[in-house]
């Protein structure tokens, strides 16, 4: 029935379940991210320090999100919904930015 | 026709047994399409509480932009070992949660039990960490609108002697606390419902429910911990780690 | 095989003995359903009920605006007026209107599914709606607000007494109750369909319903915490929107309109949905240019999130930045224009039928495109310094929101009525309600744009005196739509007893929810249907009777 059902995106994929040894080395993976951006934090990169503490926590969050919410295994449309969350938010910033980058420009 | 009978192969080759399944609800064809309108319901409210937090994380980037000095001289009054401490906390937390699914996704009860305990236990920790800080902020007159005075940031601190700004600089340290409490604090409210949501579901478990293949409410609320997991990732760095260095 | 297997003879028909209206008696087996169906009456119930509290404030601006003193009602008692006309018709009525009601009943019926795929929450949702709605009243009865709904910082934090927490609470809550109802009804379009109803099989009615639903999901929070904001500015002074403590009020603004412009665009989706089945009904045709009809809606609802900022122009935003919003604004023309051609076009050579659903659908399509195109005046930025904050802004969205939507909304509720209810209303009756509201909406709200033009500015309670000739015919007008809208009241209330027997299909409409009974059972399909054609199966239908089908009425 639910072959018939959805014909844009496969249905019975097998419900996947991740392996301990997965997890472990994931979380082991995170905790060592973490030591290292609350250790480069003390270094001077000048502006190069925030690109990196976000480049890492993207990592991280690109990492849980794979991995211990299962999108890597998830069907299609899931992650296309997480996609559609991440873009609506870039939206918000950049259409707000887009005001209070340029608000005083020709005013000075 | 064809689909009829395409329909009946299904129906017999497939989830025989899942037909009957207690928990398969009447206006369901089958448990995989329960299972997975449940997580996509969930995947579905997980974006609203992006876009909920994305206005402050939004609100956050303006007034960095705006008063960077009171932004670095605010950031430097945390404790960047709690805030270490509760990163770990949590990442060790999200990892426990996982291998709850896990052992929901086996069948495993007692597995279960204890991973969702280690994970209710860490969140507990979080919040206790978390308080402390706040309490500590407190102490200091930093907390906007109901304690807060601008005197600590006029003089310079210990580790930061270079943190002497101006008054009006120093007002606009309030903008920064106001951020950080907000964003804090609606993370610390997630947290608490989460671990009110996880204490029912661990006497749920106690009660013999979800090892019995109905994993859905177990994972959805795994997925609702790692989302505010990954709320804090992107708060450690933000409000802790990114003007340390000056 | 086929879906429509015999079109029952409505001179004969009788209700059935089993549906969900009859298969529980009794108050608790309403406030407890799970059944989409009854949930979508609970909601009819509660959003009449804020219409006419609505429409009653609408009343008393009008009778204040009818003489340019201000003798009725005092100015501030005018502020708190206009503010409760706003924040009841906009959250508690336009927003959930169309998605709540016609969409909960039909959802599930039109794609073949037993219920939405969560009733619980379903139901919870309601429950959310009403007790925002509550919190709403007891405030208003309490001294009520005069912020307007929109709640504009740094006005409604720090220079009024009035109980600013207290509505944006209601409207916070509510806003619980939209957000949840657009994630079940984007699970259930996902998730729920019956086997072979395929994206390019649904009705044009649920892909309006499917960009309403993201937009909900996705804009909502938003204004969520923008309200949360505002609540925690006014109790501690967190000074995030503090000009005096170094925040922003622009920025609540933006965080505002960030929702409250697509929320636009979920009040006016849902109704192009209707009218797409409506005139596809009443022609006798397949709507024309299906595929660009259904990703014209999801177009505007994309679109819907980048062009906010116009209704900042003039607040102070940056002027390169006014540039982007403006032609993004410019660009959601085509999508509506897309779908306006496109019903012409179907109605080109189709056998139209004017009945009362058609008529309230002819009116829709003249009165939104006066109102989508005043729009497109606005989005041009010279001209909107000139008409921002006048009534040319309120005609314009009332052309839009009442004038569009509601009329909509009422065709909507026309053509499904006897699914509702299993009974006809009165067809002349209707027919007469649908001119007099039209022509009401007309003589109501065309003045205003003149009004807006001249530079009478909105929300005030006097004006100078050469402005009162079009003031009186505004008033006027609103009269005789009052009478437009109390009209369907009496009518449809009247035929819950004494209409005909509609029998299952009266307009002998294509699509899954006319297949069933009227009323439908409480599990809608006894089996689970097979879908092997699309919604609009016009010309197959005509084939099949040998000759053109006549509708009832």
């Known amino acids: 029935m639910a072959e018939l059902k959805h014909h844009d995106e496969p249905t019975h994929h097998e419900h996947h379940i991740v392996s301990p040894g997965v997890y472990l080395a994931i979380c082991a993976t995170l905790l060592v991210l973490t030591a290292t951006t609350t250790a480069v934090s003390y270094v001077d990169l000048g502006e190069y320090n925030t690109v990196v503490a976000l480049a890492i926590a993207c990592t991280k969050m690109t990492l849980v999100v794979l991995f211990f919410m299962h999108i890597k295994y998830s069907s299609k449309l899931t992650k296309l919904t997480v996609a559609a969350g991440f873009f609506t938010f870039i939206v918000l910033i950049m259409m707000t930015m887009t005001d209070y980058i340029s608000r005083a420009w020709g005013r000075w | 026709m064809d689909s009829h009978t395409l329909a009946a192969q299904t129906a017999d080759t497939g989830h025989v047994e899942d037909e009957h399944a207690p928990f398969l609800r009447h206006h369901f064809e089958s448990v995989p399409q329960q299972r997975e309108a449940a997580t996509f319901g969930m995947w579905l409210f997980l974006t609203t509480e992006i876009m909920f937090f994305g206005g402050l994380f939004c609100s956050y980037l303006i007034f960095r932009n705006w008063y960077y000095p009171a932004f670095v001289a605010g950031s430097h009054t945390l404790h960047i070992w709690a805030g270490t401490l509760n990163t770990t906390v949590l990442i060790v937390s999200s990892f426990t949660m996982a291998m709850a699914v896990h052992a929901a996704e086996t069948r495993v009860r007692r597995a279960l039990m204890g991973w969702m305990i280690a994970t209710l236990i860490l969140g507990c920790g979080f919040l206790c960490v978390k308080a402390y800080e706040w309490h500590d902020e407190w102490v200091d007159h930093h907390v906007p609108g109901l304690n807060f005075g601008p005197e600590s940031f006029l003089h310079g601190t210990k580790a930061y002697p270079d943190d002497k700004l101006p008054l009006d600089v120093a007002e606009k340290t309030q903008l920064y606390f106001s951020l950080y409490f907000l964003m804090t604090g609606m993370h610390a409210l997630h947290m608490i419902i989460g671990v009110s949501l996880l204490t029912i579901l661990l006497i749920q478990v106690r009660g013999g429910k979800y090892v019995n293949g109905h994993v859905a409410p177990i994972e959805n609320f795994g997925l609702y911990w790692h989302f505010v997991d990954i709320v804090w990732i992107f708060l450690f760095p933000l409000l802790y780690l990114i003007s340390r260095h000056q | ?553």
């Not at chain 3, 809550?173 to 949840?180: E, T």
């Not at chain 3, 984007?186 to 649920?206: D, E, K, Q, S």
């Not at chain 3, 659908?361 to 000139?386: E, N, Q």
Request: glycine share 8%; net charge neutral; proline share 5%.
């Open chain 3, 1 to 553: 095989m086929s879906t429509i297997l015999s079109l029952p003879d409505q001179s004969t028909a009788s209700l059935p003995k089993v549906s969900y209206l009859n298969k529980e008696y009794g108050l608790k087996s309403w406030l407890l359903t799970q059944d989409h169906k009854r949930i979508a009456i609970l909601y009819l119930i509660a959003i009449t009920f804020f219409f006419f509290v609505g429409g009653a404030m609408a009343a008393l601006i009008r009778l204040e605006l009818l003489t340019p003193q201000t003798d009725l009602l005092a100015a501030d008692t005018y502020n708190k007026v206009f503010s409760a006309h706003g924040i009841i018709m906009v959250f508690f009525f336009l927003v959930p209107v169309a998605p709540a009601v016609l969409g909960n009943f039909l959802i599930p019926l039109m794609i073949g599914a037993r219920d939405v795929a969560f009733p619980k929450i379903n139901l919870l949702s309601w429950y959310l709606f009403v007790s925002g709605g509550c919190i709403e009243l007891t405030m208003m009865v309490f001294g009520g607000v005069d912020t307007g709904w929109t709640f504009t910082t740094p006005l409604s934090t720090h220079y009024l007494n009035t109980n600013v927490v207290a509505a944006a609470m209601g409207i916070f809550v509510a806003g619980f109750s939209s957000i949840l109802t657009g994630l079940n009804f984007l699970v259930t379009i996902h998730r729920m369909r019956a086997p072979g109803m395929t994206w390019f099989r649904l009705p044009l009615f649920i892909w309006s319903y499917y960009a309403t639903s993201f937009i909900f999901v996705l804009a909502t929070p938003v204004i969520a915490i923008a309200l949360v904001l505002v609540v925690l500015e006014r109790i501690i002074g967190i000074g995030v929107f503090d000009p005096a403590k170094g925040g922003d009020p622009l920025l609540f603004q933006h965080l505002f309109w960030f929702y409250s412009h697509p929320a636009v665009y979920v009040m006016i989706l849902p109704g192009m949905g209707v009218i797409s089945e409506v005139v596809a009904c009443f022609c006798r045709k397949r709507v024309f240019g299906y595929t660009a009809v259904a990703f014209s809606s999801v177009a505007i609802g994309v679109f819907s999130f980048f062009v906010w900022a116009h209704h900042m122009f003039i607040m102070g935003i940056s002027s390169y930045s006014a540039l982007v919003f403006s032609l993004m604004t410019m660009l959601v023309a085509v999508p509506s224009a897309i779908k306006i051609f496109n019903w012409s076009a179907t109605m080109y050579k189709g056998s139209i039928t004017f009945d009362t659903p058609m008529l309230y659908t002819l009116g829709f399509i003249g009165l939104f495109t006066i109102g989508g195109l005043t729009g497109v005046f606005l989005a041009s930025m010279g001209m909107d310094i000139h008409l921002t904050e006048t009534y040319f802004v309120v005609a314009h969205f009332h052309f839009v929101m009442v004038g569009g939507m509601v009329t909509a909304f009422m065709a909507g509720l026309h053509f499904w009525w006897p699914k509702i209810t299993g009974r006809m209303y009165p067809e002349s009756m209707g027919r007469i309600a649908a001119v007099i509201l039209f022509t009401g909406f007309n003589l109501t709200f065309f003045p205003q744009f003149i009004l807006g033009y001249l530079g009478m500015p909105r929300r005030y309670a006097a004006y100078p005196p050469e402005f009162q000739v079009l003031n009186v015919f505004s008033s006027a007008g609103a009269t005789v739509l009052a009478v437009g809208y109390l009209l369907p009241l009496l009518y449809l209330t009247w035929s819950l007893k004494y209409g005909k027997i509609a029998g299952a299909n009266p307009w002998q409409a294509a699509g899954l929810e006319w297949e069933i009974q009227s009323p439908p059972l409480t599990e809608n399909f006894p089996v689970t249907p097979i879908v092997t054609h699309e919604a609009y199966d016009y010309e197959w239908l005509a084939s099949k009777k040998g000759s053109e089908v006549p509708t009832v009425g």
